[in-house]
């Protein structure tokens, strides 16, 4: 560390709230993505975490370029995180920091994985549309069959009327049995 560094107050995240006007779960969350982004927040022992002054003014930095309009969380801490205004930045993270190859593998990896999956989902739409023509089919099938039935069972009936009708005479009515 600097002497500077050393010399100034250490605040913590409470101090940290008050001061800047804000919940003490925000200060945590946007410590957080700094960390994330490679900037150094210095932790103790028990690892709680430890303002100083220029953490103090990244943080209200970052809450001045949020109230920008079109500007998200996200890209007020890189803006802040890769100016070097008030920032040491020899300070800041640089282990997590991948090289181009590992990023160019990393993507060549999601890219094979995404092709995979794609791959599978055409399978399975392919499996799904034969299902659902076959499913189509068995339907149409059963309602021919339905329909056929139907009016199989009509031509009986309308056939057996008939039937009845002629076979039916006019009855006598017992006073005219003796005629």
Known sequence: MSSDTEASKVYSAKEVSVLLGIQNTTVRKYSQLLEKAGYHIH??????????DKDVI?????????????????????VVVSTDEGIDI????????????E?????QRLLK????FKNQQLEFNKELLQQL???????????????QSLMNTIREMH?????????????????????
Request: no cysteine.
């Open 103 to 107: 990023i160019l593998e990393d993507n």
């Open 159 to 179: 056939d057996t009327q008939k039937l009845v009708a002629t076979t039916k005479q006019p009855s006598k009515r017992w006073w005219e049995f003796w005629k």
């Open 113 to 116: 994985e995404f092709e995979d």
């Open 133 to 147: 023509k076959k499913r189509d089919d068995y339907i149409a099938t059963k309602l021919e069959q339905r329909d």
């Open 90 to 101: 020899s300070k800041r993270d640089t282990q997590k920091s991948k090289t181009y190859q």
């Open 43 to 52: 932790k103790n022992e028990l690892g709680h975490r430890g303002f100083f």
């Open 58 to 78: 990244v943080l209200r930095k970052i809450i001045e370029l949020t109230k920008q309009p079109n500007m998200s969380l996200e890209n007020a801490i890189n």
